[in-house]
Structure formats: structure tokens, C-alpha cells
């Protein structure tokens, strides 16, 4: 580990809520309201929460997030997990972070939609208050739920633009969910001024990229690993500058790619595609932000020029009102003042 790379100021714009629940909180809150898990010790449960190296797909791999939601579905829960994800991400000095969720994986208790966004923003803000972190909400809609319930998760979200909501997307399986069946979903979005991003390119090819930006307004896309298999597609993403949310150690466990030699992430680094840095699900992958850049570092050769470039690519993607950015980007400049880099 390098100690400058833990001290670097950080960014992450793809982050899942329910992906990354500290074991120990899943514990307390099923202690709490009575829930039944089937770990007897927090080692066990730990292990049922991560993705086990055997994983061969993404449809695999959207398995270890049941657990967690079983509970998710409280607003004393949702607060709680959402504060300590922001509280545990400014730890290793993320200085912005975008956290999205599915509104509609936390209603099997009877909260609704808007209920559910209120107490994840609560727990964000409870954190901005005590850490130098600035933290906004994506909404997600699931590809496999129908384009009626989805459309009611973007109205959701449009009820809170400008009070924390910054975005929509869509995730899911995408190897049996094309995004064309929620192409009026985001049709929707574009229509109420809400940025959106899609996972698209991850268990999808090259052409769900192009569906994402050229049909469903894609400002930009969660983790586009197989663009590789496209030049025109690349070409599209250059030219309307849209970047990738890159989640490198997240990629290799879906088997987007089967191995880190094999990742593009520095390929599309030199291409001239927009890059960011991501973690997806800090538990289910069993990582962090400070963990993937010292993948980057290790083994895709990243040095504090590329660091300084995926901030300040991430910076420009965010979807963060325009005014925060010029002092969040002197913020980042101080910092690597700092470091000498
Ligand atoms: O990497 C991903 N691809 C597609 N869907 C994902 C990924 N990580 C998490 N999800 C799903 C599972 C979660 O329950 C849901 C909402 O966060 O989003
Ligand atoms: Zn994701």
C-alpha cells in the first residue's frame, strides 16, 4: 500500500447503498426488529455478504444483495446504513460522492417511494454535517421491475431534485433486461430534467451503450467495460463527451472481463475515453475506493498525473449542482498541493 494513495482526495460517482452495509449494522438492525438470518456469527454473515471468488456472472452476483435488503426496509435502517457509508467513504477522504439505490427494493415494509429517498437523504446529511463530505442520491430503477413502477421511481426522484436527488439509473440484469424496454422511463426523466446514467456494457455488449446514450439521454454510463468491442461506439461516447463510471475489482467478479490483465480501464484512459473510478458495492466486492486505486496503481500502472485526471474527469461527470464544482476542484487542487504531487 502507498501511503500518498491513501491520502489522496477521492471522488466516487457509482456507489449502490445496499452493496455496501457494514456486516456489523446488518447484525444490530436484525437483532433490532426481529429478523431471522441464517449466519450464526459475524464472520459467517460477512461471508454471505460478499461475492464468493467463484462467481461466474453478474445475475450471480446480484444474489448477495438480498440479505442486506432484508434489512433495508425500515427509515431508522435506510438512515442509519446511508450516514455510515457517507461517514466510512470520507474516512478514506472521499471529498464527493454520489450514492444510488432502488427506492422500490425498500417499500416490502409499507414506506413508500418518497419516504424511502427521505430517509436515505436524512443519513446523508446527518454525515455531511460531521465529515468534509458532500454527498448526493441517484435513484435507481430496476430493469426487471415494469416501466409503470419505474416511471413512479423517476417521479419520486423528480420530487426531490434539488433536495439531494441528482440522478436517475438503470441496474440490473442486463443480459436478460435490454435498456430499450424502459426507453419511456427515461424518456420521462429527460422530460422532467433529471440526469441520467446507465449501467450498460457490463453483462450487455457494446450496442447497449449506444441504446443508453443515443435512446435513453445517458449523460453518462456505469461501467461500459465491453465498448471495446465497437469503435463507432467509443467514437459516440468522445464526441458527446459522455464518461464511464469504471468499478475495476466489481468488473472481474461479474466476469465483465475475466481477469484484471484483461480490464480496459487504462487502454480507455489512453483512447481518450472519460474515465472514473468507482467502487459499485464496497461489500459485496470486498473493497473501497483506496483498495482500486491501489489496484490502478499496482496493476495498470496509474501514477499522480492519472489520478489527477479521473478526479477531475469525475468532477465535470457529477451531477452536482454546477456552482459546487469550481470549490470542489480547489479543494482537490489543495490537497494534491499538499502531497507534492
Ligand atoms: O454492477 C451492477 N450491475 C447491475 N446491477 C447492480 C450492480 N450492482 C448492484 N446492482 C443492483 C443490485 C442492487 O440491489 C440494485 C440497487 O442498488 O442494483
Ligand atoms: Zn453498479
Redo the contacts with the bound molecule.
Sequence with gaps: MNEWINRLPKIELHC????CVRPQTVAEISEREGIELSADSLDELTSWMRVPPSCTS?VEY?KR?ELP?QCMQTPYALERIARELAEDAAYENVKYMEV???PH?HTRQGMTAAEVIASVGAGLAAAEKNADIIVRMIV?C?RHHSVELNMEAVRAAAQFLSKGVVGVDL??D?ANYPPELHESVFQLADELGIPVTI?AG?AGGANNIRTAVERLHARRIG?GVRLYEDAEVAQLLRERNVPLEM?VT?NVQ?KAVDSFEKHPIRLYLNRGIGVTVNT??RTVSDTDLTKEYNLLSHRFQFKAADFKKVAVRAIEAAFVEPELKPQLLRKFQEEWEKLGI
Excluded: K, P, V
Excluded at 449502490?16 to 452493496?19: A, E, K, N, Q, S
Design positions: 449502490h447503498l445496499d452493496g453478474l446480484l444483495f435488503l444510488r439505490f432502488a427494493l435507481i430496476m441496474a440490473g442486463e449501467h457490463e461501467h468499478c466489481s461479474t459499485d458495492n
